[in-house]
């Protein structure tokens, strides 16, 4: 059987992504840590600090409470990897997973009470590091850490996945479900523990002398490491590299935040080297760039953008540089260098590899893998007093590489013309891009589809929907890609949508409904194509003149009459958020009493809904672009009561007629007859003024002015 590299990718990412998910947690037990262990430390405090204060008491509490994911960090990974990997019901195999843990490891105790000598394993010591052995949930077995728990997740998932739904007779209905799944687990379990008191020990030699060839490598490991963290992180594939160094056994027992965190004032009181005291926190050193490195890539786009357009670039990168630097959340700016150039991204990796290399050459070690709050809570406050001269060269060489940054990246920028946010053409917007829109732009090459907005935006909307495997109906209107997924849970968040450039999201259960605009035409054509793994050979056809919304004037005076006879109200009353929200601009709404829907001014015919003929949009002279829509969900009718009278393309004068509709066939199918008319660009023109609510007149009545 053929193995897809695709698949392969794309498992390897999941995994990833599966590992991540009680890493999350890591972040604010290791701040609290260090907090508690700064609060408790004399040298700063003085006697408040002093064992026996109440001052000192609480914080040793706190302490306690704090230490829980990286005491129990086996644990947690059999829990929380399977959320990630369980395609139903992920609360039941996580629970299941972790009484498929415990029963592996008691097995391997079982085995071990028996036979360790068997198996090359001292049972009657203590456990604890160096010995081999650890205490999972008071269960004496052998020290695997997270990889044991990890694979024993995944074993887990894998059964959760095969054996949820396996039908038993009626008699055996208890055994189904979560119960099936954990008796199968149990007696996977013996023989998966008889092979793991067999092949973990030699496992563990291996890991120590990887630990020591790390160890020794110095600066060379340090650039590798580094490098090799950020290059793969595009493919989310960079978990593997900083989890088991961060927070398992490559290079010191337990990982290097535990063990940084627990020895933190024997550092605080040393003044040897750091590199010295802890070599291991040299591969921590990686999170240098988003603190140093990045803030001068920013500064680089910042002064090669257009004079016009540097106050708006400012904007967006300003807020993304800080979030990086505090935090060390960094997507938005990489996945932009990888988006418009991957060629700065590599770059980034190398000047961030040596960057890491410099540092720890000079004798810097720690726990830097995030940003400046990690910096200051679980380095430099705590260990200033002793390592006041190496944190200082660490700044010093952070600003020279924020200069170095600076000056490769315009270079880089300005000689090779990399679109970076402010040097776009035209009014085409700036923006900075998410890692969806990076992975789908790999997609759309693959496709030969590169460059193409909207069938950019239908991959981004696949991806957020959950994929092809969780789209049951795709459908469209108007404005709105109509899905309906099996999962709605697999759903990303409206954020994720709105990013690539959707107006909104409406979910109603497994019904979902992408405000996409007057494009989604265009839109629906290549999310259809992506559904069936094909790609569309034709681009979204020109306007009919040529003339594009930038070809015109949008300050110039018009007058926008009624398009039908009946009550005028705003568009904020119309039954229907996406409309009432503004998602898809402002604008107003009519009642009607008539039956004839004409053009409102002079305009060009844009898009129709040929299909249902229920929807309209024209560009006005001054640019405009609107959309009328007849009725609420009168796309379900299918086109049953309208009557098109004029065609795409065409020049109409106002008044000139568009659609003729049946109110009573609307009415007759459950639905409203409320026309809507919305200037889909309307923040293109703050100076639109909106009648207020009033009977109008078909084609004489004002309803909105420019």
Not at 82 to 90: L, M, Q, V, W, Y
Not at 257 to 268: E, G, K, S
Not at 638 to 645: A, C, I, N, P, S
Request: charged share 15%; proline share 5%; hydrophobic share 50%.
């Amino acid at each position: 059987m053929a193995i897809s590299k695709d698949r392969v990718m794309q498992e390897l990412q999941r995994f990833g992504g599966a590992m991540y998910t009680p890493v999350i947690l890591f972040a604010f037990f290791g701040l609290t840590v260090a907090v508690s262990i700064v609060a408790k430390n004399t040298g700063l405090l003085g006697s408040l600090a002093a064992q026996g204060t109440l001052w000192y008491d609480f914080w040793y509490v706190v302490e306690q409470g704090a230490w829980t994911v990286f005491s129990q960090m086996p644990i947690l990974f059999a829990i929380a990897v399977p959320i990630g990997f369980a395609k139903k019901e992920p609360a039941r195999c996580a629970m299941e997973a972790f009484v498929i843990y415990m029963v592996f490891n008691y097995f391997i105790s079982g085995f071990l009470t028996l036979h360790a000598p068997f198996f090359g394993v001292n049972y009657e010591q203590a456990a604890g590091p160096g010995t081999g052995l650890a205490m999972i949930a008071n269960i004496k077995t052998l020290d695997m850490g997270m990889l044991g728990a990890i694979f024993i997740a995944c074993c887990s998932a894998y059964l959760h996945n095969h054996f949820y739904d396996t039908q038993v007779p009626d008699w055996l209905g208890t055994f189904k479900g979560p119960a099936c799944v954990v008796a199968i687990g149990f007696v996977v379990m013996i023989p998966m523990a008889f092979v793991f008191c067999v092949v973990w020990p030699e496992i563990q030699h291996a890991i120590e002398s990887f630990q020591f060839f790390l160890k020794t490598s110095g600066i060379l490991g340090v650039w590798a490491y580094t490098f090799s963290e950020r290059i793969l992180l595009p493919a989310g594939l960079h978990h593997f590299i900083y989890l088991p160094f961060i927070y398992g056994p490559a290079v010191c027992d337990g990982g290097i935040q535990a063990y940084w965190l627990q020895h933190l004032n024997d550092f605080a009181t040393s003044a040897k080297s750091l590199a010295e005291l802890f070599p291991a926190g040299g591969f921590a050193l990686h999170g240098s760039a988003k603190v140093f490195g990045l803030p001068g890539a920013a500064l680089a786009m910042y002064f090669c953008a257009k004079p016009e357009k540097r106050k708006k670039t400012a904007a967006l990168l300003i807020p993304a540089t800080i979030t990086a630097m505090l935090t060390g959340i960094t997507e938005p700016l990489e996945f932009t260098f990888l988006f418009v150039a991957p060629l700065l991204y590599a770059v980034h990796a190398v000047l961030s590899a040596t960057l890491s290399s410099v540092l720890f050459a000079i004798g810097l070690s720690g726990n830097f893998g995030g940003g400046l709050i990690d910096c200051f809570v679980q380095n430099w406050i705590p260990l200033f007093q002793y390592h006041a001269g190496t944190y200082i060269m660490q700044i010093v060489v952070g600003l020279c590489f924020t200069g170095i940054y600076f000056a490769v990246f315009r270079y880089l920028i300005l000689h090779n013309d990399y679109k970076t946010p402010g040097r776009t053409e035209g009014e085409e917007d700036d923006k900075l891009f998410s890692k969806a829109e990076y992975k789908a732009k790999q997609e759309m090459e693959k496709k030969g589809m590169a460059g193409n907005p909207d069938a950019l935006k239908a991959q981004v909307f696949l991806d957020c929907l959950g994929g092809a495997a969780n789209i049951k109906e795709v459908t469209n209107c108007a404005t709105r890609l109509r899905v309906t997924v099996n999962d709605p849970d697999k759903v990303a968040p409206a954020g994720k949508f709105t990013a690539a450039g959707a107006f909104g999201l409406v979910k109603n259960g497994r019904a979902l409904q992408v405000i996409v605009g007057l494009s989604v035409p265009n839109v629906r054509g290549y999310f259809d194509a992506l559904l069936k793994g094909e790609a569309p050979l034709t681009s979204p056809a020109p306007s009919a003149s040529g003339e594009t919304a930038a070809d015109m004037d949008p300050t110039r005076a018009m007058r926008l009459v009624a398009f039908a006879s009946g009550d005028l109200i705003d568009i904020e009353e119309v039954e229907d958020e996406m409309f009432s929200q503004k998602m898809m601009g402002d604008g107003v709404a009519i009642n009607p009493s008539n039956d004839m829907v004409v053009a409102p001014a002079d305009a060009e015919i844009t898009m129709i809904m040929e299909d249902s003929l229920h929807a309209i949009g024209l560009r006005l002279e001054n640019g405009a672009d609107i959309l009328i829509h007849i009725g609420l969900d009168t796309v379900k009718m299918g086109g049953e009561g309208f009557r098109l009278l004029t065609k795409n393309g065409a020049k109409v004068k106002a008044g000139d007629p568009l659609i003729q509709f049946s109110s009573a066939a609307i009415k007759a199918a459950g639905y409203k007859d409320t026309i809507i008319l919305a200037v889909t660009n309307s923040a293109d023109y703050p100076q639109m003024k909106k009648e207020p609510d009033a009977p109008v007149a078909v084609g004489e009545s004002t309803i909105i002015t420019f």
